[in-house]
């Protein structure tokens, strides 16, 4: 699941992502017998956080709720805290041979949610996410993946953070079967305490892919790449627990098979 951690939350496979990460949080829950992977509550609730809040998934809202609920009487200092959260979603198709989707989003207060128990201290606060992402066509045999994301979350504890995150995905189709992928992302975080420095991260990617088809979106499909990313050492927390604290780059590479039914 983390290797597609920072995947749009509106593409076409976030689903299947967060329910990856919705699994992962249940094994840390509890725990899988005989095996290295003990009982973490906590690692258990910082997966569920992010898949409830980036990708929205349902059933990752519902484990962390019920861990809230849980952990509400060993919390003193909790209160019960509403909120609201209003998305508007624009879709455009025959968009440069392909689409484009635009999703707003404001949240208030409880419902922004952080990671970590209580870690907003239970403030009130403000969210605005915007989040743009499409498919074009930019010749017969080139398509191009991007994704814009904007976010600002404004507590009244200085506990938010504005995130800005960027990626593009061309690729080259050799054949019907058969394409090159290049991808470069970046992201930003600024986080709103007073002496916080800002972090980024910037990952770049090559690709082979062999697809059962010539579609952007033609699966199943069997990818061999390398990943080399750096960032901001220990200022940012990387996805994978391979990386070492203090690291500030590395790379990555392998095979990759990806279906969706």
């Known amino acids: 699941a983390s290797k597609y951690a920072d995947d749009s939350p ?25 095996s290295a992977i003990q009982p973490n509550v906590a ?26 609920l849980d952990e509400q009487e060993r919390d003193p200092g909790y209160e019960d805290q509403k909120g609201h ?18 999703a707003l ?42 994704v814009q994301i904007y976010e600002d979350r404004d507590f009244d504890n200085d506990s938010g953070q504005t995130w800005a995150s960027f990626g593009v995905r061309p690729v080259y189709k050799w054949s019907d079967v058969m394409s090159t992928a290049l991808e470069f992302g970046y992201d930003r975080v600024d986080p709103q305490a007073d002496g916080e420095r ?17 579609s952007f979106w033609a699966r199943p499909q069997i990818r061999v790449f390398a990943t080399y990313a750096k960032w901001d050492g220990g200022r940012y927390q990387a996805a994978s627990e391979s990386i070492d604290a203090g690291d500030d780059d590395g790379l990555t590479f392998g095979v990759q098979a990806e279906a969706w039914w």
């Open 10 to 34: 509106t593409s076409p496979r976030a689903p299947f992502i967060a329910s990856a990460f919705v699994e992962l949080g249940s094994y840390y829950l509890t725990g899988i017998n005989n």
């Open 43 to 68: 690692r258990a609730r910082e997966i569920f956080t992010y898949a409830a809040s980036y990708f929205g998934d349902a059933d990752a809202q519902f484990h962390l709720g019920m861990l809230y």
């Open 85 to 102: 959260l209003v998305t508007l979603e624009h879709t455009q198709s025959d968009w440069f041979g392909g689409y484009n989707k635009l």
């Open 105 to 146: 989003q404001y949240g208030t207060d409880g419902i922004i949610g952080s990671s970590g128990r209580n870690s907003t201290g239970n403030s009130d606060g403000k969210m605005f996410r915007l989040v743009n992402q499409g498919v074009v066509g930019l010749s017969d045999n080139i398509e191009m993946m991007y």
């Open 198 to 214: 800002s972090r980024d991260l910037k990952k770049l990617t090559l690709a082979q892919q062999w697809s059962a088809g010539n």
